[in-house]
């Protein structure tokens, strides 16, 4: 990493495997390019980078994220999204996730989270060319609750014994937009939406990293169908194995979030868990949050292969 005295900025670990606090930067000002790559570095090698006590705008957000490469454009967003910055996506999980599709947050979260790993999911995966990186900033949280969680996908795949690697080099999986959505009886209004808006590509289940060459466990537990090549009860056995390898507690990290906290992640390392705790939050405090995701590329596996999309745009208009 880049000589963090000269730079001014301190790097703190937060854990043997993932997980880095970052202070003295503030993100509201122009950075040195010295602190950029400091940044950069940190979060290469920590996979996700915390700052605490940021007071930016939607402005300064969107000048750091340019900064680590083009910001995506969603094509669709909330209404809550801010419409003067179309790189910003708003999340804010009470206000309209479930009522767009004429349901309440309980039964939202409920049937979108129905698995045992419920919640946890690399940003955008059925795309051809997931993200690279995210930047999510809170704007309000409540006092209590709603925290995020990220495991190390590069450290799990080191911690596997010789003989699993292999077996996982060779293999692909489908990633696919709303599998574990459980539908309501009859006319289901989310259905619908997926079914106008479907996304999926068959990605490497050992993906190699563009920048550092490590070999991550590219696995979704929110939009994986199956691994290719084997039987469906095969599929699951094998996903339940490599899920319980990553989320092993030595190879996660966990932030408390506070108003002007910023989270910054490479979601080509690692796997996050939003909060599966809102329903329990306190009532009518809103989880309010932006993020701003950066241009991805397509993952290439062990054997040099890329991705192979089966249905929806790519992220990137360039690729189309």
């Known amino acids: 990493m880049p000589d963090t005295a000269l730079s001014g900025v301190t790097v703190q670990p937060l854990s043997g495997h993932i997980g880095a606090e970052i202070s003295g930067v503030d993100l509201a000002k122009p950075l040195d390019d010295s602190v950029i790559e400091t940044i950069r570095s940190a979060v290469l090698r920590w996979k996700v980078v915390f700052f605490r006590e940021q007071d930016i705008d939607h402005a300064a957000h969107v000048a750091f994220g ?134 999926a590509t068959i990605h490497p289940l050992v993906r190699v990293h563009p920048e550092t060459g490590e070999r991550v466990l590219f696995i979704d537990c929110q939009y994986i169908e199956r691994i290719i090549g084997v039987s469906r009860f095969e599929s699951q056995g094998l996903l339940s194995m490599f899920t319980e390898q990553i989320l092993r507690p030595e190879y996660t990290v966990r932030f408390r979030w506070e108003p002007g906290s910023v989270a910054f992640w490479d979601n080509r390392s690692t796997m996050h868990l939003g909060p599966v705790d809102t329903a329990h939050l306190e009532s009518g405090i809103p989880r309010i949050m932006h993020r701003v995701m950066v241009v991805g590329d397509i993952p290439v596996g062990v054997d040099g292969k890329p991705s192979e999309s089966l249905v929806g745009a790519p992220l990137n208009p360039k690729l189309s």
């Open 66 to 199: 340019q900064r680590f490469g083009e910001l995506i454009r969603m094509p669709a967003r909330g209404s809550v999204s801010p419409k003067d910055y179309p790189e910003i996506e708003t999340t804010a999980d009470f206000l309209e996730h479930g009522p767009t599709f004429g349901l309440d947050n309980n039964e939202w979260t409920e049937r979108n989270r129905h698995s045992p790993w419920r919640g946890w999911h690399i940003d955008a995966s059925p795309r051809i060319d997931p993200p690279t990186a995210t930047i999510l900033r809170a704007e309000q949280v409540p006092s209590y609750g709603g925290d995020t969680m990220w495991a190390n996908l590069a450290a799990a795949y080191t911690g596997l014994s010789e003989a699993v690697q292999r077996l996982a080099d060779g293999l692909r999986v489908e990633h696919r937009l709303g599998v574990t959505y459980r539908s309501r009886p009859g006319r289901d209004a989310y259905v619908e939406h997926l079914m106008e808006n479907q996304a």
